[in-house]
């Protein structure tokens, strides 16, 4: 047996997609688990994830599949080489634990071989494999899909050695399953898992082909052909191996994959949950199709292509959740290291999602203080803008509902995350022009978005479209991938001097005014541009805050109240945890308080510091306006979630009113666990809505998205979207994906999502 090959380095796109592989077959199993052997649905019906089944099972709980899958993961994590007699003894006793410890539903071979394998001499993995060589002789037919729906794992143990990958896809496989036709499946299903991590494309599977033997090449080649020719259904008997690969096949390849033009909005990401529901359309051995399908498509589109509702239901043996199924896949990728450990690991292309883990906070062992990384290196920096954007969307949200939301119901948004919305993208659309114009007035992209938001809500559409079309090349008007999301386009509250001042001639400046107004507003649509301010120049963006807050408000204090969200959240998004505390599910996160209080402490220093540097030009701060602040945070140390002092400090709808109730509440409820407790308590406010929607932003982009409540995540009707947006956003800031005006990009579609002309 040959050394492998080291394995490659992986940045944070590979590791999303690395991390994808175990979730996607989990997500896949537990959404085939009530259909398993039952009436084959139709197009029309849509499988959800109702437990049930041959366990029966849980919501969300996945089966055999799964969890034998897990067995070979505990093994690979550990960075082993998986053609090693002591791994392959590993995983056959993890086996046999498994039977006898967490076995729901075993497949018939299976629990044939391991109870033969029970009563055989030598080491478990030798035991193992003597005993399926007796089942397979035996017996004309032993080519079942069993080797196959646990076998993704494996490429991630072997991604940077293809031929290493085969042996191991091999060894793994005949522990149970020696018949050639299982061995080559599992060859060729993780070459595409390996090249889907590793290359972001389905071309491994075909590319496999040529680690078969040659003989057995150009059947598998035709049986590719045949999968790609006929929809899932056409192989009901997949309990078959080769079926069971046919059938995942064509549910993956015959599934379009949603375009930027999408009529409904979708990303191409959705691929995942529309070929998903394919595989279990297939039939019969639902789960298991649906399952080997899933690890595929969750190493081609990552864990944040998996949907919220469906992780958050995810489980089973032997007690893991979603979050552990990814901590698994991102070790065993990166040989026994967990994701805080992978110095290459950084945010830059498209389907990044590394709050897992995210960074380290163990200082070094020679007592050195730690240099921290750029923000948009930082490991954490999708799940902080993720956080900050779900964060003010709930808040909005809880607001608007005075903390008493429906049990079942999705989550209307309010106006102010509609309008954040806009803001985002129209951020990145800003950035996208500067890359390949050379120059860009950001405020006046936001103006342009804003605009586009208005047409849609069907204020002043006619008008808009004569004032705008003209200028975007002959295209359709509102343009871009926003403009076509259908919740945006509905009434969700008001915004007076927003709508106000979009109806004019002109945008608002803060030497020409338009409106009069220091509405909430102003602040609560503008706090994405913190996202640039932790990742670009704070400075120039703090300052660029306060002309947005300009565009459509007129006073002054809602314009230095804007700059100062943004200097605070701008300090929460770089905040790092006390040292010994991991940030990111599996750390114990930020159990006393201390990295929010220290956030807010740090940012207010800024803010003192800014305004009497005579270089910097024009202030944003106001002396009272700061005082204020410095107040509410004494306030909250002294007399912590006081109801009567919240509405004293933020009596009504104004941006200062927003930011100080925020303030207060971030302060007084700092704890990560206790971030729903505070989004309920700033929602008492007399104006709820923005100062639970600043107060969200301000705790979210401390702790993260993975502390955001995940029953109200996966039900709010913009939650895609603002994955979206935040993701998108750290990838234009880390990498530009449409390339500048002399280097061409890595994503063809990013200007026709993010037009920047």
Not at 312 to 338: K, Q
Not at 470 to 477: F, L, M, P, R, V
């Amino acid at each position: 047996m040959a050394a492998p090959a080291p394995r490659p380095r992986l940045d944070a796109s590979a590791l999303d997609r690395a991390a994808g592989v175990l979730l996607g077959a989990a997500a896949g199993d537990a959404l085939g688990v009530p259909y398993e052997f039952q009436a084959t649905l139709t197009e029309e019906q849509r499988p959800e994830m109702i437990g049930g089944g041959l366990g029966p099972y849980e919501p969300g709980e996945y089966s055999d599949d799964t969890q034998m899958q897990v067995c070979i993961a505990e093994i690979a994590a550990t960075g082993a080489d998986l053609r090693s007699p002591e791994a392959l003894d590993g995983i056959a006793a993890d086996f046999q634990r498994w039977l006898s410890e967490g076995a729901s539903d075993v497949g018939a071979q299976t629990r044939a071989v391991l109870h033969a394998a029970g009563r055989t001499p030598g080491t478990p993995g030798a035991a193992l494999r003597e005993a399926a060589r007796a089942f397979t002789e035996a017996r004309e037919q032993s080519a079942g899909n069993g080797s196959l729906m646990r076998t993704g794992v494996v490429a991630l143990a072997h991604l940077g050695d293809a031929e290493a990958m085969a042996e191991a896809a091999t060894a793994v496989g005949a522990l149970t399953h020696p018949d050639p036709d299982c061995a080559d499946a599992c060859v060729l299903w993780c070459s595409g898992i390996r090249t889907a991590v590793l290359h972001g494309t389905f071309d491994g599977v075909r590319e496999g082909l040529a680690l078969l033997p040659a003989g057995r090449r150009e059947r598998w080649a035709a049986l590719l052909d045949e999968a790609e020719a006929h929809p899932p259904y056409h192989f009901s008997h997949n309990g078959w191996v080769v079926h069971a690969l046919q059938a995942a096949w064509s549910a993956i390849t015959r599934t379009p994959v949603p375009g930027p033009g999408d009529e409904q909005g979708r990303q191409p990401s959705a691929h995942l949950r529309l070929a998903l529901e394919a595989a279990v359309r297939a039939g019969t051995d639902t789960d298991t199709v649906a399952a080997i399908a899933g690890a595929l498509l969750g190493a081609r589109w990552g864990r944040s292509a998996v949907p919220a509702e469906w992780r958050a239901l995810v489980h089973g043996w032997p007690g893991l959740d979603a979050d552990a199924l990814i901590r698994l896949s991102v070790r065993t990728a990166l040989g026994g290291r967990d994701e805080t450990e992978a110095e290459e690991a950084r945010p830059g292309t498209a389907g990044t999602d590394t709050g897992t883990g995210g960074e380290g906070a163990a200082s070094p062992k020679d007592g050195a203080a730690r240099t921290p990384a750029p923000f948009v290196e930082r490991k954490d920096a999708r799940s902080r803008v993720r956080g900050l954007l779900l964060g003010l969307a709930l808040g909005d949200t809880l607001g608007s509902a005075r903390g008493t939301l429906p049990a079942h119901d999705v989550l209307r948004a309010g106006v102010s995350t509609q309008l954040a919305c806009f803001t985002a993208e129209g951020t990145i659309r800003a950035l996208v022009r500067g890359e390949h114009k050379g120059v860009c007035h950001p405020p006046s992209v936001l103006w342009h978005a804003y605009c586009r938001w208005a047409a849609l809500q069907g204020l002043e559409t006619e008008r808009m479209r004569e004032r705008w079309a003209s200028a975007s090349a002959g295209q359709a008007w509102p343009d871009g991938w926003l403009s076509r999301v259908p919740a945006l386009a509905l009434r969700r509250g008001t915004a007076p001097a927003t709508v106000a001042a979009l109806s004019q001639d002109r945008q608002g400046s803060t030497d020409r005014p338009t409106t009069s107004s220091r509405g909430c507003h102003a602040l609560t649509r503008t706090l994405p541009l913190a996202a640039l301010a932790a990742g670009k120049d704070p400075a120039y963006w703090t300052e660029r805050a306060y002309e947005v807050a300009a565009l459509t408000h007129g006073d002054r204090a809602a314009w230095s109240a804007t700059a100062q969200a943004v200097v605070l959240l701008g300090h929460c998004l770089t905040s790092t945890p006390a040292e010994g505390l991991a940030f990111g599910p599996h750390g114990r996160g930020d159990h006393d308080g201390t990295q929010v209080r220290e956030a807010l402490r740090e940012g207010l220093r800024l803010l003192e510091a800014t305004a009497s540097d005579p270089t910097r030009s024009p202030d944003p701060t106001s002396a009272r306006a700061r005082e204020a602040l410095d107040a509410a945070f004494r306030e909250a140390a002294e007399h912590p979630a006081d109801a009567r002092r919240l509405a004293r400090l933020a009596p009504d709808a104004t941006a200062p009113s927003a930011l100080l109730g925020a303030v207060y509440v971030a302060a007084s409820f700092p704890e990560r666990a206790r971030l729903g407790e505070a989004l309920r308590f700033a929602a008492g406010a007399p104006d709820g809505d923005s100062v639970a929607c600043v107060t969200g932003a301000l705790l979210g982009a401390v702790h993260g998205a993975e502390a955001l409540p995940v029953d109200l995540v996966a039900r709010h009707e913009l939650a895609w979207v603002l994955d979206t947006l935040a993701h998108d956003l750290v990838a234009q800031l880390a990498d530009s994906p449409s390339g500048s005006e002399y280097v061409r990009g890595w994503d063809p579609h990013w200007w026709g999502r993010y037009p920047g002309w």
